[in-house]
C-alpha cells in the first residue's frame, strides 16, 4: 500500500531481491520507511530492477488515503520474491525516498500459539491444499 497526501502521480522502481543475497539484505535492512541514497549503495547492488512505472493515485484533496498500485497484471512482478518498492511523487528528487518491502508468495501461514510450542501450518493460497515439506525459517 502507498499512502499519500496531495500526490497525484508517483513513479515506481521495483527491485526483486537476489535469493542468494537475502540474508545480507535482510540483515541490512532496517525496517526503515524510507531509501537513502547511502543505503541505496549497499542494498541495491543485491537486488534486480525489474520494473520502473508511473502510476496515477488521484487521491481526494487534503486527505491521507492508503492506496494500493495495481502491479498484478505487471509481468516481471508476479515471480515470487522478496522486493523493493522505492517510490517518489513525480517530478520530485530527494536524498532519501519512501521504500518498502513486500513478498509475493503463494505460501499461505497458519500459526498457533501455545503456553509451550508453536504449530505452523502451511497451504497453497490458490487452492487451499497443504503444503508438506515446507521449509520456514524464524
Same mark, same amino acid.
Given at each position: 500500500?502507498?499512502?499519500?497526501?496531495?500526490?497525484?502521480?508517483?513513479?515506481?522502481?521495483?527491485?526483486?531481491? @537476489? %535469493?542468494?543475497?537475502? +540474508?545480507?539484505?535482510?540483515?541490512?535492512?532496517?525496517? $526503515? !520507511?524510507?531509501?537513502? #541514497? *547511502? /543505503?541505496?549503495?549497499?542494498?541495491?547492488?543485491?537486488?534486480?530492477?525489474?520494473?520502473?512505472?508511473?502510476?496515477?493515485?488521484?487521491?481526494?484533496?487534503?486527505?491521507?488515503?492508503?492506496?494500493?498500485?495495481?502491479?498484478?497484471?505487471? @509481468? %516481471?512482478?508476479?515471480? +515470487?520474491?522478496?522486493?523493493?518498492?522505492?517510490?517518489? $511523487? !513525480?517530478?520530485?528528487? #530527494? *536524498? /532519501?525516498?519512501?521504500?518498502?518491502?513486500?513478498?509475493?508468495?503463494?505460501?499461505?501461514?497458519?500459526?498457533?500459539?501455545?503456553?509451550?510450542?508453536?504449530?505452523?501450518?502451511?497451504?497453497?493460497?490458490?487452492?487451499?491444499?497443504?503444503?508438506?515439506?515446507?521449509?520456514?525459517?524464524?
Amino acid at each position: 500500500p502507498v499512502i499519500a497526501l496531495n500526490v497525484d502521480k508517483v513513479d515506481v522502481e521495483f527491485f526483486r531481491v @537476489k %535469493p542468494d543475497s537475502m +540474508p545480507n539484505f535482510l540483515a541490512q535492512w532496517d525496517g $526503515a !520507511s524510507s531509501l537513502s #541514497s *547511502y /543505503s541505496s549503495e549497499e542494498l541495491l547492488p543485491m537486488a534486480e530492477l525489474v520494473h520502473s512505472g508511473r502510476f496515477d493515485l488521484k487521491p481526494a484533496r487534503n486527505t491521507r488515503e492508503t492506496l494500493l498500485l495495481p502491479i498484478a497484471g505487471i @509481468k %516481471p512482478l508476479q515471480q +515470487p520474491g522478496v522486493y523493493l518498492a522505492v517510490m517518489r $511523487a !513525480s517530478g520530485t528528487y #530527494s *536524498y /532519501s525516498q519512501p521504500a518498502t518491502l513486500f513478498t509475493l508468495s503463494d505460501i499461505g501461514l497458519s500459526i498457533h500459539r501455545y503456553s509451550n510450542r508453536l504449530d505452523v501450518f502451511t497451504q497453497a493460497l490458490e487452492g487451499g491444499k497443504a503444503l508438506s515439506l515446507s521449509l520456514i525459517h524464524i
